[in-house]
């Protein structure tokens, strides 16, 4: 796993971005986390799938190939994970605020997509943000800019 995972950025996104290998370990973690959102109702709508890759593509300036194979490394990832800190744990040492707060929000376009929030997606969203020190004021900010631009 962890040679295809290496390949993946050393053939395809390190030729396109100064991206350092820390990088790609908070890329990974990210969308491991964002997968996790993905299953956290036992119901993964497509649109929900399509709001992931989204968000990966837009936060990391991933072209489609690229999203599609770091979504496929992640998930990956996240079905051999055993739990969330080894994610949450990159993120923290070496997240800024803003970036972890735009992590949250990208949690909450994913449990949106499908166009419902489950009690569950919303649980995990919040167990994030507490893990990965988001204020509670910055995680419920963060939620009502996803709703406000859903409407």
């Given at each position: ?119 569950y997606e919303e649980a995990l969203v919040r167990k994030i943000a507490e893990l990965i ?19």
């Open positions: 796993m962890l040679a295809a995972i290496q390949d993946f950025f050393r053939l395809k996104i390190e030729p396109d971005m100064e991206v350092g290998p820390d990088q790609h370990g908070l890329q990974l973690a990210t969308a491991a986390l964002m997968f996790e959102m993905l299953r956290a109702d036992d119901d993964e709508h497509p649109d929900e799938r399509h709001a992931l890759e989204r968000a990966l593509q837009k936060c990391f300036a991933l072209s489609e190939s690229e999203t599609r194979q770091l979504a496929q490394l992640a998930e990956r990832e996240a079905d051999d994970s055993v739990s969330l800190h080894q994610f949450t744990g990159l993120i923290n040492r070496h997240f800024t605020p803003g970036e972890k707060i735009r992590v949250v929000e990208m949690l909450w376009q994913v449990a949106y997509a499908d166009g419902s929030l489950d009690r020190y988001v204020p509670h004021r910055e995680f419920m900010q963060a939620k009502h800019r996803v709703l406000e631009a859903l409407q």
